[in-house]
Structure formats: C-alpha cells, structure tokens
C-alpha cells in the first residue's frame, strides 16, 4: 500500500528530535554491520549483483533528519499518524486558493500535452485529465523539489524506521531499479518516504509498471513528462480503472435520504438513486454510465455530497483515502469549468485524533462497525455515528459533533 498519505501528515510535523542519549557513532557502525550482514543476503537473492550493492552504499551515512526513527538505545516514539494530533476538518483539505492555481495551470498543460496524454489514454484508458490531476497533486507539476535520495532515505527507515519492513521490501525494489540500469542512484531522488519522480510512484510500482513511453530507451519518471504520466496511467488501469465512466459527481441529495447509506458497501445502479430524488446539484439528472453508483459524504451532512462511480474507489486503492480521491476528481474536472464545490465544507475540527479514537473504542464496545479506529472519520465511522445519532434520538449528521466525541459510547 501506498504512503502517500502518511507522508502527508508526518511532513506537517517536527522530523526529529535530538536523541539526545543516542550513541551516534556506534549507530552508524552498527548500521554498516547491518548493510553488509543482514541486507546483503536479501539483495543478492533479489538479483542484485555485489557491484551495484556496493556502489548504492558507497559513502554512506544514516539520515538523521527523517522522521519516525527508532534509533537503538532511544525512547520509544509514536508513530507520527498516531500520535495526538489536531484532528483536520475536511474542508482545510481543499484550500480553494491552491486548488485555483493547479486548474488554471493544468488547463494549459492539458493543452500542452494532448497528443501524449490522448496516446496514453488510447493505451491504458485513463482520461487525461485524471492523470494531470494526479500529477497536480503530487508535486505540483514536477515543480516540488524531491528532498531526499532514495537509497538513503529508505536505508535509514528500513535500519531503524517505525515500520522497518515495508521500507526494507522498498530498498530491495530500489535496489533491483539500479540492478535494472539506465538510472543511477544519484538521479533517484524521492520524497522522504521513498516516492520518486514527477507522480511519486514507489520503487515497487516502478518495478512493475514503469514505462518509457516518450521512446528515448530510458524509463525516466524524474525529467520525461510523458514517462511519468504513462506510469501512473498504468499503475491506475492495473487498479481496475474503467475509461468509459467518470469519478463521480457533486450531488444534492434530500434530507429524507439518509447519510447512513454512504459509502462503497452501499453501491446502487443510479436509477435508484434517481428515484430517491438524487440530482447533480444543479438539478439535472445523474449521468448514467452504467454500473453502481454510491453515496459519499466526507464531512456527513456537514459539508458537499456526491454520487461516485467505481473509478472513485480505484483512485481509493492508489491511495487510500476519500478526500485524496475527491481531491484529483473535482480538480480533474476544474481545468474544464473551473467552479468549487457548490455545497458548503462546515465541519470543524475541535477534536483531537486520540479523542476520536477513544471515541471510535466505545463505538466498537457498543457494537458498532468503525472499521479500523485510527482516530480518523472514514466512512464506516460516519455511518457509526450516524446510527448512533439516529438510535439517541439526535439529529442524524453522520459527522460527530465536539459533543458527539464525548458523549458517543
Ligand atoms: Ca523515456
């Protein structure tokens, strides 16, 4: 599974204290130790010959700047996603300002690369717009600067991370790229977490589903716009991408039709939706396009509703979030009609993530399905509380007010 998300939230946090008592030195050394006995066995079974191994660690030095570490001989930390964090409003996810300046600029790169994204689409049947969209949201059009070099990085997560083991299956892939050629480690600059290039695609999905689509013989997802975008088109189809269908759509949706029916478990063919009185919110009818169609409300009745396709769910398992995947639908179709959402984001935020996790707890202590309690509101614990709300007599938001996260057990 992908990170970017988690990457998200950790970049808004302090990296790194001090670990003050750490034995810095004997770390290092300990960590060579490792690089020799204890990677390099993993390496050379994945491939990788003693020559690219040695050049990939050639000078190398632990990162002391990443974020989640768990030296030897430090005090436990927490990971950064659980930690007791201010909880975010959706709403603050889609700064309107930002959101203008990536549509009036992916309007023209739209233009700019047409005859390549409608080649890319004529291959993996991905929209265009889609793939700009996520090319958006990720670097900023290539226009981020990619902090760190991948080897080190994920060396360092993968010695003395939070979560060593995912990071180690990353540095093997990373190291089975440089076994592959035509990239040298220097040019392989990533995100802390290890996400390369112009789309942040992971070492393994770049062993899987990189492409040279610009025809030059070198898969290039850091310089070729059109290699970057042709591997995200790829690794979006292989999540069962349907080209004949949309995301979805903002949706007016009327009081009697109840928040409890959100989300990817409750898919109906649209005419149902239909006949419950469901339009897009200007009124026409919903596109028909065939297949389910699910309710989705990220903030319950607290903010817009829309009627999502599959597509929506495989931008989902790109990247696992609701709002990451509203946030390339409604900017995929800004660069058409550049408008915000109609409905109103008024879900606040004066909660903690440890007060709705606790509060996630006694859901599940009741009887409720919250899915994972991780202290964020997804869509099952929407629904909890939405029926929670309905069985207390309280008025039926699926969103949970400060009250809410208190009282709810
Ligand atoms: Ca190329």
């Given at each position: ?242 080209g004949n269908r949309g995301w979805g759509v903002e949706a007016s949706v009327p ?96 909660f903690s993530r440890s007060g709705v996790k606790a509060m996630q707890d006694r ?30 007599g309280e008025p039926v938001t699926c969103w949970p007010s400060a009250k809410d ?5």
């Open positions: 599974m992908r990170l970017r998300l988690f990457l998200a939230l950790a970049l808004g946090l302090v990296a790194t204290s001090a670990f003050a008592d750490v034995d810095r030195v004997a770390v290092e050394q300990s960590f060579h130790v490792w690089i020799d006995n204890d990677l390099w066995p993993d390496a050379k079974a994945a491939g990788v010959s003693r020559g690219v191994f040695d050049a990939a660690f050639s000078g190398i030095a632990l990162d002391w700047t990443m974020p989640e570490l768990q030296p030897p001989g430090a005090p436990p930390t927490l990971p950064s996603n659980t930690a007791q964090a201010e909880f975010q409003t959706p709403g603050a996810y889609f700064g309107e300002k930002n959101l203008n300046v990536l549509a009036v600029a992916g309007a023209k790169l739209l233009v700019q690369w047409k005859q390549t994204l409608a080649a890319i689409q004529k291959r993996y049947g991905v929209q265009p717009a889609i793939l700009v969209a996520i090319w958006a949201k990720e670097t900023g059009y290539g226009s981020e600067k990619l902090p760190k070099l991948v080897i080190p990085a994920l060396a360092t997560e993968a010695f003395m991370g939070l979560r060593k083991d995912y990071f180690r299956d990353q540095l093997i892939a990373a190291l089975a790229i440089l076994q592959r050629g035509g990239v040298t480690s220097a040019e392989m600059r990533a995100s802390w977490a290890g996400a390369m290039g112009q789309s942040q695609i992971m070492p393994s999905e770049f062993l899987t589903s990189a492409v040279d689509f610009d025809g030059d013989g070198k898969i290039d997802i850091w310089n070729s716009v059109p290699d970057s975008l042709a591997t995200t088109a790829r690794l979006i189809q292989a999540q069962g991408w349907q009081a009697a039709v109840a928040c409890t029916l959100e989300g990817p478990e409750q898919g109906k063919p649209i005419a149902t939706w239909a006949k419950l009185d469901v339009t897009r919110v200007d009124g026409r009818p919903l596109p028909a396009d065939g297949g389910n169609d699910y309710l989705l409300m990220p903030a319950g009745r607290l903010g817009p509703a829309f009627i999502v396709t599959d597509n929506f769910y495989r931008l989902k398992a790109y990247n696992n979030s609701d709002l990451y995947a509203l946030y390339i639908g409604h900017l995929s179709d800004r660069f058409a009609h550049n408008f915000p959402f109609t409905g109103r984001w008024s879900a606040t935020a004066d859901l599940v202590a009741a009887g409720y399905d919250v899915g994972k309690a991780d202290g964020l509101v997804g869509f099952k614990t929407r629904i909890a509380v939405g029926l929670w709300q309905e069985k207390h996260v208190q009282a709810i057990r």
